[in-house]
């Protein structure tokens, strides 16, 4: 039986709800979610609150419970308030609003509302509304914000929770700007991120080949075995890149002389302009992330005599400028990969919030985490799992 026991204060850094009665059960088996009310450092403003189990859904609309959701490097720059995409205020806890973190995850259908069709209690579901706020135990949302995920052979949560933001990233930007042929070569930085990863095993499926700078590491050859394994034809660090006459002649020789077509940049700075140098005539340099926090800059020859073009790539436009039915197909073509054993889980570590750990403790983990992922210390993608969710 439900027995109100004692009064919790929702606390964090710089958030507080007061002091409200709660149940054992809501103790044990917590809805949480880690918000922020102004946006500002993680490891200051983030904390994590317990809020009541949902109602059952109004019409129109479905209970969801997050299973996993990732904490990608864009979220940590929609916390700092640096994105351009904005989260919106809800009020999970009775009378306070705040913005709930996360952008992208997977989710189970718990409950649909009446008038809701094609989704149905034991479904996957991803979201399709950007900055859903998916670091939270159980959502009501629309069906519209939502997605099923096809269920396949092989196909994880941890794929799931990571379906929609990176693996889409690359394999758009593998098709959308050149016709690629079988044999033809990709290059890429940040070779070893989650999207470079998705572009390795993807380009691979197509039977594309692919160049892939990295950062120099103690443990390159172990890094560059890894990327192999996942069909990566040669990788090459930064430093490689000094010698321009020298790799001018190995990237060419690699290539039999074909220009490669295709550049595709996550760091930006001064690296990204000496692989610029290695394209070949009429390719494009794409850019999706600026990881060195450092702008992109390139000489005016490669306009002049080789027609580089150059393109950002956001896969939040693609959303928002595709159809439902497109989105459908591309969440299908991907789970076909991971089906076909052509799309792994990446690297990953999940972070599980206890349903006995106190809201403050779960806070602390929390930003502990974003703390050490902003200064670049974390080689995996960190997904967070709340456990004991209603
Ligand atoms: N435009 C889009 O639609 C879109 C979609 C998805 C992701 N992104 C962006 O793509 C980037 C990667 O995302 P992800 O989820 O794949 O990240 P991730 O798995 O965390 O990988 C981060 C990558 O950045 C590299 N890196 C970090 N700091 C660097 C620095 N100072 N100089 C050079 N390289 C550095 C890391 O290399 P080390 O291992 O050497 O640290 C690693 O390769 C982020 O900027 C993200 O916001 C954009």
Known sequence: MLQTLHRVTILGPRLSFGSRPFSVSSILRANRAVVYTQTGDPSQVLTTVTYDALPSPAPDTLNIRFLLAPI???????????????????????????????????????????????????????????????????????????????????????HGATMTVNPPTAYNMLNDFVTLEKDEWV??????????????????????????????????????????????????????????????????????????RLGLNCVSGKDTTAMARLLGDDAYLVSYGAMSKEPLSLPTSLFIFKNLTTAGFWQSRWYKTHTREDKENLMRTLVDLVSQGKLKEPEHEILSIGAEESDEAAGQKIRDIITKMSAGQYGKKVLLRFEGAQ
């Open 72 to 158: 990608n490097p864009a979220d940590i720059n929609v916390v700092q308030g640096v994105y351009p995409a904005k989260p919106s205020l809800t009020s999970l806890v009775e009378g306070h609003e705040v913005f709930v973190g996360g952008n992208e995850g997977l989710a189970e259908v718990v409950q649909v509302g009446t008038g809701v069709s094609g989704l149905t209690s034991g479904d996957w579901v991803v979201m399709t509304k950007a900055q859903a706020g998916t670091w939270a135990s159980s959502r009501n949302v629309r069906p519209q914000d939502v997605l099923r995920l096809p269920r396949a052979d092989g196909l994880t949560e941890v």
């Open 187 to 260: 290059m890429q930085n940040g070779a070893n991120s989650a999207v470079g990863q998705a572009v390795i095993q993807i380009a691979a499926s197509r039977g594309l080949k692919t160049l892939n700078l990295v950062r120099q590491r103690p443990d390159l050859d172990d890094l560059t075995r890894k990327l192999k394994a996942l069909g990566a034809t040669k990788v090459l660090t930064y430093d490689d890149l000094a010698d321009r006459a020298l790799t001018k002649t190995i990237v060419k020789d690699w290539t039999a002389g074909k220009g490669i």
